[in-house]
Nanobody, 125 residues
Framework: VQLVESGGGSVQAGGSLRLSCAAS????????MGWFRQAPGKERERVAT???????TYADSVKGRFTISRDNAKNTLYLMMNSLKPEDTAVYYCAATSDRPDGIDWTAEADYDYWGRGTQVTVSS
């Protein structure tokens, strides 16, 4: 399985960006996907996750501003980021699990088997 992120960049505070992650190598769509981020000097943290049935979770810091979605037909994950803040500056990583049952929130890094290389998001004040 390969994951390739795109859509990062630089934006001013209050602006928006949409990240995409194309997944290849899956033979089914029953897997969870998520976005994680790592800011300089900090540990990587969960941003949002989405199951194959559409069930989502969000970090408190992004609730109401970010929206995660996926297109199973295209094996693509998205993260729409609105009202961006300087503290959102980080490298954003796409991650995916192997086959997982629905009905459970897979939110820990250890739950994820595959990772993209990351895309930089920089928000200036």
């Amino acid at each position: 399985v390969q994951l390739v992120e795109s859509g990062g960049g630089s934006v001013q505070a209050g602006g928006s960006l949409r990240l995409s992650c194309a997944a290849s190598g899956y033979t089914s769509s029953r897997y969870c996907m998520g976005w994680f981020r790592q800011a300089p000097g900090k540990e990587r943290e969960r941003v949002a996750t989405i199951n194959s049935d559409g069930r989502t979770t969000y970090a408190d810091s992004v609730k109401g501003r970010f929206t995660i979605s996926r297109d199973n037909a295209k094996n693509t994950l998205y993260l729409m980021m609105n009202s961006l803040k300087p503290e959102d500056t980080a490298v954003y990583y796409c991650a995916a699990t192997s086959d997982r049952p629905d009905g459970i929130d897979w939110t820990a890094e250890a739950d994820y088997d595959y990772w993209g290389r990351g895309t930089q998001v920089t928000v200036s004040s």
